[in-house]
Each structure stands twice: as C-alpha cells, then as structure tokens.
C-alpha cells in the first residue's frame, strides 16, 4: 500500500503518525508506504548477512535488522541489514543516521527503488560508507562505496566484500 499525502510532511510528522501504526512504513518524502513480508529466501539471506556483520562486530560497530529505521535527508527507510560503527546509539530509540554500512536484499517488489532512488537517499546519511544489495536469484553482491560524497557502485563483482570496519562478507556465506 503507498499512500499519497495531502499536505507535506516533515520527518518529525511522519516519525509521529508512524509511531502510532500498527505495523512499519517508510517515506520517500512523500509518499507513505506499508512494509510487507518477505519470502523465506528473502529472509535466509537478510539473517546471514545480520548474523556475518553481527559475529565480526567487534566492539565498536553494532550490528541490527530490519527493524531500526535510518533517516535520510528526504526519507526514511528500513533496510534490511544495517551495521553501525563508532557513533553513540540512542538504546531506547528506533531511528538513527549513522549508519556505516546499509544492506537491502532484493526482491521482485523492492529491485527498482533499491537500484534507484535508494542509492540516491542513502547517499545522503554522512557516515554511510557503504551501501550493498544482496541479489538472492543471481546470488551477487552490488557494492556501492562513498567517493567524493557519492555513493559509486564497484565495476565488478568479487566474491567477497571487505567491509569499512574491518570483516569480510562473502557471496558464500551471504546465500548459504
């Protein structure tokens, strides 16, 4: 369900109306959309990729899915996978954009936004320095990294991704 505004709203108006929902929405500024269920294959992959980013952590990066919400300059959005490193957490809260690392698992509904205005949104988190788009039918990796305040997607697919923090994320262990 998208549902088209009346009036713009502001970042404060939609993190209030959506607060008092029974169930998650994004907003692309200015539109509000209902986040739905995924497949299984969609899940698996969500859930290695998490539990990969979460085991290499360490101590100064946090790991979490698809439940905190990252504010962007025009939207907010809930990826899939997000890893947060060296920024102070509002443990209580449910938005944040400090993201370091963003990850979005494709599927048939979400390919063109997470192709498309994703990659421009997400460009607009400061610390973002990496955004990834797990393909679970081609079973790829599309790395996009932050050059010159732009997120640039990488020319050619590896079978492992070196993360800014450190670890390692492999097409292996991403589709297990």
């Known amino acids: 369900m998208s549902t088209v505004l009346t009036e713009p709203w502001t970042l404060t108006d939609f993190l209030a109306w959506e607060r008092q929902q029974d169930r998650p929405f994004e907003w692309d500024g200015v539109n509000v959309i209902a986040m739905t269920g995924g497949s299984f294959r969609h899940g698996a992959v969500v859930g290695n990729i998490y539990a990969s980013l979460h085991r290499q952590a360490g101590e100064r990066c946090h790991a979490f899915v698809e439940n905190i919400k990252v504010a962007t300059a025009t939207s907010v959005r809930y990826p899939d996978v997000l890893l947060i490193c060296d920024a102070t957490i509002d443990w209580d809260g449910d938005v944040t954009n400090a993201a370091t690392v963003i990850v979005e698992v494709l599927s048939p509904s979400t390919h063109h936004v997470d192709l498309g205005e994703k990659v421009a ?29 732009a997120l640039v997607p990488d020319e050619t697919p590896t079978p492992s991704v070196a993360l800014p923090h450190g670890g390692i994320l492999t097409v292996a262990e991403a589709f297990a």
């Open 121 to 149: 949104e997400y460009a607009t988190v400061a610390g973002l320095q990496m955004y990834i788009v797990a393909d679970p039918l081609a079973k790829t990796l599309r790395v996009y990294r932050r050059e010159s305040g």
